[in-house]
């Protein structure tokens, strides 16, 4: 049981460039976030998947897309990267209906845009 | 407005002492849910431990415990007999509404950096 793992741990892109950052879970958990944390600042939500085959805008949405592949898999993607997307990615997942209490985080993606 | 407000940037405390991190939401819905989070050096999100606001009695988890104030709004976290490997980042944040399918968005406060002296 791994819990959440993303992938990849570290990557720099140049300004332009596309790249997805990919998050599985084998929790059999329904929902699953994606999250930004800059320096000095809390996590902020970019996308949500509340079930397999839906997604919806967080927090920070703009210059970001997602696909909920399956139950196991949420994948972001940056088409066109920008320094301000310089950060460090977070994919969350959890059992619904638990109060938010277990609420499981991947270990981090550092993206550094130059 | 701050829907999360951490006003301690940082804070130094004496291995062994209590520490009191403090945290303030803002919320207009009555179903809410209140979380602290350790981040240490290494970078993973590590759950500490949660209050809903429903909750009559303050949470508790071993050295942790949550001092709910709802009044006040505030949910600040107490550790007890603090460890050198409690230095971190610790986090608040907060679920508004009920916890139902796919309702589980965090709000996250700025953090306090804790460092345990020994």
């Known amino acids: 049981n791994a819990g959440v793992t993303q992938t990849p741990k570290f990557q720099v892109l140049k300004t332009g460039q596309s790249m997805t950052l990919q998050c599985a879970q084998d929790m059999n958990h329904n929902s699953m976030y994606w999250y930004r944390q800059d320096p000095g600042m809390g996590l902020r939500l970019i996308y949500y998947s509340a079930s397999e085959g839906t997604t919806d805008k967080g927090e920070v949405p703009n210059g970001y897309n997602v696909s909920r592949l399956n139950k196991r898999e949420f994948s972001l993607r940056l088409e066109s990267a920008a320094p301000s997307q310089t950060s460090v990615y977070f994919c969350a997942s959890i059992r619904s209906g638990t109060g938010g209490k277990t609420q499981y985080f991947g270990p981090g993606t550092r993206l550094l845009v130059l | 407005a701050q829907k999360i407000t951490q006003t301690q940037p940082g804070m130094f405390v004496q291995e062994k002492e209590a520490v009191t991190l403090d945290c303030t939401y803002d919320?207009?819905?009555?179903?809410?849910?209140l979380f602290w989070y350790k981040q240490p050096s290494s970078g993973e999100m590590i759950f500490l431990i949660y209050q809903g606001s429903y909750d009559q009695q303050n949470a508790t988890e071993g050295r942790y415990s949550l001092n709910f104030q709802k009044a006040r709004k505030s949910a600040n976290l107490v550790i007890s007999a603090s460890q050198l490997g409690d230095s971190a980042m610790y986090f608040c944040?907060?679920?508004?509404?009920?916890?139902?399918?796919?309702?589980?968005?965090?709000?996250f406060g700025t953090g306090t950096r804790l460092t345990i002296i020994p």
């Open positions: 919320t207009s819905d009555p179903s809410y849910g």
């Open positions: 944040a907060m679920r508004e509404g009920r916890s139902n399918f796919g309702n589980e968005k965090l709000t």
